[in-house]
């Protein structure tokens, strides 16, 4: 099961920090990551990590004004995400892998999803 939270009004060039805390069948041993779906539009990939935390991988969209990070202690994946712009607002879905350890874009390779928390960036 996994809950996130963080998601809120922000303006543009300001920045805000997503969390998502795994629990029950989850693992810190397998890659997390994030995915967002704006209004109208396809899921897209945003940013993963691998179980040990060390390797990352994140779209172009969002290269270098987004990092991802997981406390393996807490079984939690954090997303700070700075520069925002209007375009970046989605609802956010943490996800979590069963069986993939290295940071993966592809939504299947995501055994858990979280319900998701809304980001708005205000022009």
């Known amino acids: 099961q996994l809950q996130a939270c963080g998601g809120g009004l922000v303006q543009a060039g300001g920045s805000l920090r997503l969390s998502c805390a795994a629990s029950g069948r989850t693992s810190s041993s397998y890659a997390m990551g994030w995915f967002r779906q704006a209004p109208g539009k396809e899921r897209e990939f945003v940013a993963s990590i691998s179980g040990s935390g060390f390797s990352t991988f994140y779209a172009d969209s969002v290269k270098g004004r987004f990092t991802i990070s997981r406390d393996n202690a807490k079984n939690a994946v954090i997303l700070q995400m700075d520069s925002l712009k209007p375009e970046d607002t989605s609802i956010y879905y943490c996800?979590?892998?069963?069986?993939?350890?290295?940071?993966?874009?592809?939504?299947?390779?995501?055994?858990?999803w979280g319900p998701g928390t809304l980001v708005t960036v205000s022009s």
């Open positions: 996800a979590a892998s069963s069986h993939t350890t290295i940071p993966t874009t592809r939504s299947r390779n995501f055994d858990y």
